[in-house]
């Protein structure tokens, strides 16, 4: 009995160092998660199926460490933004945050690149230069402000005062 329990002990730790060493996986930190899965595998061997799984994620990461970076030819202020874009939504946000301000400063009148770049501050919880890029955005084009009240990505701010103000319909 005891030794039942024990095994089962020894295999809720082990499956929470599986789910450790799978955080930086999920991050897209490959070289890191590669390294704590060949600690896992070291240390919990007798877990083959875990450690299977585990064998198969090093392979995935290696690979993805040593795979060349494509490179976008970035030109246009469509480039930057649909870009820009992308990358918030992969959650890449410093990235998508340099996209971002450099389509704004190709066409600093687009209401959408502040629309963007408000949301994208929100979901990093800059909250007070989200709110600038979101006033700024509806004061180009109202329509902004519709989306704004409908974005799930402005949840966090819904109940701002400021929030409220900026996208009062008057």
């Known amino acids: 009995m ?3 329990k024990t095994r089962k002990d020894d295999y809720q730790k082990a499956l929470a160092a599986y789910a450790d060493a799978m955080k930086e996986f ?28 585990a064998k198969m994620y090093v392979t995935i990461s290696e690979g993805k ?11 246009t202020f469509e480039d930057h933004y649909h870009y820009g874009i992308y990358k918030t939504n992969a959650g890449e946000f410093e990235e998508a945050q340099q996209l971002l301000e450099k389509a704004q400063k190709m066409s600093p009148e687009e209401g959408r690149i502040h629309y963007a770049l408000a949301d994208l501050f929100c979901l990093m919880g800059q909250t007070e230069t989200a709110f600038e890029h979101l006033k700024r955005a509806i004061q180009i084009d109202k329509f902004f402000r519709i989306l704004a009240q409908n974005e799930s990505d402005f949840e966090p701010m819904w109940d701002d005062k400021k929030f409220k103000l900026i996208t009062r319909i008057v």
């Open 65 to 75: 460490v040593h795979e060349p970076k494509s490179s976008v030819p970035l030109k």
């Open 2 to 4: 005891k030794d039942e």
């Open 26 to 53: 999920r991050k897209q930190k490959f070289d890191k998660a590669a390294e704590s899965l060949r600690s896992f595998i070291e240390k919990y061997p007798a877990e083959r199926e875990l450690v299977d799984r």
